[in-house]
């Protein structure tokens, strides 16, 4: 059934209020940004999420979290989309643990990661657009270890980051899903040189230079020349959840909005009285609740893991990257002179969007998965 | 899920199995595929007769009505895994019916204890189809403005006036339709009468539509007498049993944005040269895959009383919308052989055709405008709307 659990509801009930209290534009985002916090993010929230239990959200129970799926943090992107709370939930808690999970990385980064101490990042893409096939960073064999030279960006959280998990090339060339290793390396790793730059929404993303890192044999996650398996478990559920942040993000700016229309006055009347935008805020009502139902039939398909999961997770990307641009454009377009400005939080929303709509994939990129996953 | 639920799927499956005509599992390649049902109707097959009675007899082909009226009496859960296993071995409906999909649900909601036995267990074994009496000339969106006029005779109503738009009135049985009881108020004058198309004084003349169809007609009421008992809902009160049923209407037409069953379209067009083409059709699978995620969710939420009563029009909106962007898709990728009209090879023109037929879509049952003022008013709150 597409209609959430009683359990999912009270987890939303639980959270909704908390990140519209405790993760709020003004305590959070704004309070970072204006204060030019080098994390973007506040290492206190990350802690009050832990006593949640939301940081250990899809860990298992029995190594300490709340052994939950992607629909439940799904529920919890949401608010934080809503809310534009800045924290490593998705990058660590969602996309790092669905990598990790299962293999002897695991045991030593998840104790970190429940408690809301350690932050993880994910260093995939080499170039200006999402494309992990096309991965050329390569870790040679040396010894007992390998040895990775090449570069990344686009790094979430990477200046932040305890431990990165490094895509590289083992085996095969670019374009060949297999080949591919992931690495687990900490921060401190010798030869890895890091710049951290902020983003258009105040979140930081760093660039790293790996010239002869070595590691050892155990900084593998998963299989060597296997690293596609946990890297496209990492890609999925960072995908989804995502595209439920988006629905966030998209929500949050359209109800800013439709309250905007029913007080802002010209002409002597309410904006909301105009037709010409009664149509259009009624068609991107129905849009967001389109992209709702796409990020959760996502979810509950990964859950699942059913065949269709991946083409669903493409969907749910594109459609709510979409369907996100459509809500912070009308948002500051309806909002008039005020959405320009930086006092009114409208015009973060528009910033937001942007950076998720292009992590793990633009919407471009995606409608082409679903082409090329459809067979054509 | 659950083991009775478990049970009932196996038992579904097996059951379909055994009495599902291997013929019925085959995609319906048009509207004239479907089974109708009615005094009249022609069946197609042998199969497709055996299908309706075998479906019709089991309440399954209005799986969640109550088992008292002709229906399954299945529960919400019970009824999705019906539709499931149907999807699952491409099973045809056994009966498409504006019965069905519109005036049970408000016969259900409305009609009297005798109304619903009269009424329901013969629109479920496909007894009578029904037509829909509710544009007039001067009443399109404005639908509240109708002017057909029934006097009260005393033991009976003297209707005249005319419908349009009034869909296979020529084939239908017998019509549920809205008419001016008073005229001192515009919504508070309407009454929903059910009367037999054969009756005395009704005519109707189908209108030849740009897709060379004749799905629609004129109808036409000359003195034609309804005994008392046929009117549903209290007099003058017509409106809102009108509007219920076309929220039901709207949750049926929303699912022309399902593609009848394939959702996706890229991969059925044949090839694909162009890379412009090939963009366009991937971002329409994009919002076609995410549409049938809403379409679940929606029933779901229906069938679960927790939908809120405006989101038909945001369904049909959406659904409509997205089948004529999907037909001008594929008249795109038919490039000048999809042009064709007449041609055997073209099969009388049935792409262009299908793609003209579409452009109804959001014309019918409220056109999309009126459907956004529809969400803006009563989801949105917007002032004024």
């Known amino acids: ?376 | 899920m659950t083991e009775p639920l478990d049970n009932f799927r196996s038992e579904t499956r097996d059951w379909l199995e055994a009495n599902c005509p291997p013929e019925m599992r085959t995609p319906m390649r048009s509207e004239k595929d479907a089974c109708w049902g009615g005094r009249h109707f022609e069946f197609q097959s042998p199969a497709q007769k055996q299908w309706l009675e075998v479906m019709g007899a089991r309440g399954w082909t209005v799986p969640d009505w109550p088992s008292d009226y002709g229906g399954g009496g299945l529960s919400a859960p019970e009824a999705k895994i019906l539709r499931e296993e149907m999807a699952r071995i491409g099973a045809r409906s056994p009966l498409t019916s504006f019965g069905i999909s519109m005036l049970g649900p408000a016969l259900l909601k409305y009609g009297t204890e005798e109304q619903k036995k009269r009424y329901l267990p013969q629109i479920a074994r496909g007894e009578i189809r029904w037509c829909q009496g509710y544009s007039e000339p001067g009443a399109g969106s404005d639908l509240a403005g109708l002017q057909t006029r029934a006097e009260d005779r005393g033991d009976h109503y003297l209707v005249n006036g005319q419908k349009v738009w009034t869909s296979y009135a020529d084939q239908a049985d017998w019509i549920f339709c809205l008419v001016r009881t008073s005229s001192e108020s515009k919504h508070g004058g309407i009454s929903f009468l059910l009367f037999d198309m054969e009756s005395p004084g009704v005519t109707t003349k189908p209108i030849l539509l740009i897709s060379g169809y004749s799905p629609f007609c004129e109808t036409f009421f000359d003195d034609v007498k309804v005994p008392k008992d046929q009117l549903v809902g209290e007099e003058n009160k017509g409106w809102d049993v009108a509007k219920y049923l076309l929220g039901h209407e709207r949750e049926m037409i929303s699912g022309m944005g399902l593609g009848g069953g394939k959702a996706t379209l890229g991969d059925s067009v044949g090839p694909i040269d162009d890379p412009l083409l090939r963009a366009e059709l991937a971002a329409f699978d994009v919002d076609a895959l995410a549409f049938q995620a809403m379409s679940e969710k929606f029933i779901d939420e229906l069938k679960a009383g927790q939908a809120h009563p405006a989101m038909p029009s945001m369904m049909k909106y959406a659904g409509t919308e997205l089948n004529k962007r999907r037909h001008e898709l594929i008249m795109a990728a038919g490039g000048s052989d999809a042009l064709e009209w007449d041609s055997e090879r073209s099969k009388g023109g049935k792409q262009a055709r299908d793609w003209l037929r579409t452009k109804a879509n959001s014309i019918e049952g409220g056109t999309s405008e009126i459907q956004l003022g529809i969400v803006a008013k009563h989801i949105l709150r917007l002032p004024g709307a």
């Open chain 1, 1 to 376: 059934m597409m209609i959430l659990t009683d359990d999912q509801r009270m987890l939303q009930d639980t959270v909704r209020p908390f990140m519209a209290d405790e993760g709020a534009i003004k305590t959070q985002l704004r309070h970072w940004r204006d204060t030019n916090c080098k994390d973007g993010f506040g290492h206190g929230l990350w802690k009050q999420f832990a006593e949640l239990g939301l940081t250990g959200i899809l860990v298992p129970e029995a190594q300490g979290g709340a052994g939950l799926g992607m629909i439940e943090a799904g529920v919890v992107l949401e608010e934080i989309g809503r809310n534009l709370t800045p924290s490593p939930f998705l990058t660590t808690a969602v996309a790092a643990v669905r990598a990790l999970e299962g293999s002897a990385q695991a045991e030593r980064w998840f104790p970190g990661i429940v408690a809301g101490e350690t932050v993880a990042a994910l260093a995939i893409d080499e170039g200006r657009n999402h494309d992990p096939a096309r991965i050329e960073c390569r870790a040679e064999r040396s010894g007992n270890g390998f040895t990775l030279s090449g570069q990344k960006q686009f790094v979430v959280h990477g200046g932040s980051a305890d431990v990165l998990l490094i895509a590289a090339r083992t085996a095969g060339s670019a374009g060949e899903r297999e080949g591919v290793t992931l690495f687990a390396i900490g921060k401190d790793a010798s030869g890895l040189t890091l710049d951290s730059a902020g983003l258009a929404d105040s979140s930081k993303a760093a660039r790293i230079t790996l010239d002869r890192v070595a590691v050892d044999a155990d900084a593998v996650v998963g299989d060597v020349d296997g690293g596609w398996a946990p890297l496209s478990r990492a890609l999925n559920a960072g995908r989804a959840g995502a595209a439920s942040e988006l629905v966030g993000v998209a929500a949050g700016a359209a109800e800013m909005t439709f309250d905007y229309l029913k007080q802002r006055k010209q002409f002597g009347r309410l904006i909301g009285e105009f037709q010409a935008l009664q149509h259009r805020a009624a068609h991107l009502y129905g849009e967001i609740e389109i992209a709702r139902a796409a990020a959760l039939k996502a979810a509950q398909l990964l859950d699942a893991g059913d065949y269709r999961a991946e083409l669903m997770t493409s969907v749910a990307k594109a459609k709510a990257a979409r369907v996100g641009a459509l809500a912070v454009q009308e948002g500051v377009q309806m909002h008039g002179g005020i959405g320009m400005t930086d006092e009114h939080d409208i015009g973060l929303y528009m910033k937001r969007e942007a950076v998720l709509s292009e992590l793990f994939g633009g919407p471009r990129f995606h409608a082409g998965e679903v082409a090329r996953l459809s067979g054509y």
